[in-house]
């Protein structure tokens, strides 16, 4: 089994910047690609990033790309991601995963394992 922990999180004003972790823990050798995703209440879970194993793709929902920058080491089993130029409406709950596949997957079920979530909140 393979536990994550995000961290990080927390109140910020639009325009400032937070950099949330996810650190892995346990079979940490059947993990792949890693992906972060948020949510608001009452909405539906949306991914925000993701990166491969060997951390030579990335790839980003268009509303973060610019702003956002996700990476991994992998020697620590912690992944990382860059949040500038924060904005209201990034505010929600986010979650790291992790997939068994080396490649990016395009589902979000292919995400084998889920953190807890960080609550990110920025104010205008």
């Known amino acids: 089994q393979v536990q994550l922990v995000e961290s990080g999180g927390g109140l910020v004003q639009a325009g400032e910047s937070l950099k949330l972790s996810c650190a892995a823990s346990?079979?940490?050798?059947?993990?792949?690609?890693m992906g972060w995703f948020r949510q608001v209440p009452g909405k539906e879970r949306e991914f925000v990033a993701a990166?491969?194993?060997?951390?030579?793709?990335?790839l980003y929902v268009d509303s973060v790309k610019g702003r956002f920058t996700i990476s991994r080491d992998n020697a620590k089993n912690t992944g990382y991601l860059q949040m500038n130029e924060l904005k209201p409406e990034d505010t929600a709950v986010y979650y790291c995963?992790?997939?068994?596949?080396?490649?990016?997957?395009?589902?979000?079920?292919?995400?084998?394992?889920w953190g807890q979530g960080t609550q990110v909140t920025v104010s205008s």
């Open positions: 995963a992790a997939a068994r596949t080396f490649s990016i997957p395009k589902n979000d079920y292919d995400y084998w394992y």
């Open positions: 346990g079979r940490t050798f059947s993990t792949g690609a």
């Open positions: 990166i491969s194993w060997s951390g030579g793709s990335t």
